[in-house]
């Protein structure tokens, strides 16, 4: 894969950071609906789409909205229109659709078939199109593994990597990737990279997952708990990444799901204390917000995130 000069190794550190997760669901309604604020999110059939501008404080200008169409012929659809300038070395957002299904470890993962269908227009865009999956050993939301699926990456953004180059190049789904390795927040983070653009994929991510776990050492033992599908953006003008056509689903053998890690509820606060409401955050790494709630319990979603619910 060819890298621009501006991302050295240093940015490859930051290119493919764990996306923060937002803060409130709520259900779609016929209308397409326009997400144009930090952590706006909206429930469209299996999916929780995020506009999740986790990293716009890096930008010295710029904004992002997405549009949600909905879902025609169990295709869901959405479009992220941007323009992010200065922070080069950094990913502004995540605007991605997340999959709603139960963990599963990965020795019990059959299959994750999914198709997407997208396109990218804009001035100097650095950005990649990629699945985002977390793993972790007690199904907590803590996650010990990332693995990254790029069908795209435009202007020479570049995955995390310890040496900035590919430890192998496999095929897998017709296609062939080059496979990068390294570290990020105490993760160990695979990215798959493909070599040539695949703007209308049809494939089984289970396959990238089963090939790790043969091949890289990925226990079979962790737990699958996210599947995520978007765009990373780092700079660019004008842009519009549109999903035109998305669907990934999981199934796994007759072994039994595991049970999420145990939830416990947040500890009453001191007298005159507020909580987070119902579907407010209420933890999640560097949150300094409330870590109680009026109604329901906390729940992790993942290290960053904590939802009442």
């Not at 200008?61 to 949600?68: A, P």
């Not at 699926?149 to 017709?174: D, H, Q, Y």
């Not at 007298?271 to 999640?284: D, E, H």
Request: some cysteine; charged content about 10%.
């Amino acid at each position: 894969m060819k890298f621009i000069t501006v991302l050295t190794s240093m940015a490859a550190l930051v290119a493919a950071a764990p996306a923060v997760e937002p803060t409130k669901t709520q259900s779609i309604d016929k209308r397409a609906t326009n997400l144009c604020g930090q952590w706006d999110n909206i429930k469209v059939g299996s999916y929780i789409i995020y506009n999740n501008l986790w990293g716009r404080d890096q930008a010295t200008s710029g904004s992002q909205c997405t549009l949600v169409d909905g879902i025609t012929n169990n295709l869901a659809k959405w479009s992220s229109t941007w323009s992010w300038a200065g922070g080069n070395l950094h990913v502004k957002s995540y605007s991605n659709a997340v999959l709603q299904a139960p963990a599963a470890r990965v020795s019990a993962v059959a299959s994750i078939p999914s198709k997407w269908q997208w396109s990218y227009t804009g001035t100097g865009v650095v950005a990649n199109v990629a699945y985002d999956l977390f793993t972790s050993s007690d199904c907590s939301a803590k996650p010990e593994y990332e693995v990254m699926i790029w069908l795209a990456a435009l202007g020479g953004a570049g995955p995390i990597s310890a040496t900035g180059k590919p430890i192998a190049t496999v095929t897998i789904s017709g296609v062939s990737w080059q496979l990068y390795k390294g570290a990020h927040s105490q993760m160990t983070v695979f990215s798959f990279v493909a070599t040539k653009q695949q703007t209308n994929y049809n494939g089984d991510v289970a396959d990238f997952i089963k090939y790790l776990a043969a091949s890289q050492g990925l226990p079979g033992s962790q737990c699958l708990y996210s599947i995520g599908a978007g765009t990373e953006p780092f700079v660019g003008t004008n842009a519009k990444f549109d999903t035109t056509g998305y669907s990934v689903s999981l199934s796994t053998t007759t072994a039994a799901a595991p049970k999420p890690a145990a939830t416990t509820a947040a500890p009453k606060p001191a007298t005159g204390a507020t909580c987070a409401p119902a579907y407010g955050q209420c933890g999640g790494q560097g949150w300094t917000g409330p870590t109680c709630c009026t109604t329901g319990t906390c729940k992790v979603s993942n290290q960053w995130y904590s939802q009442c619910s």
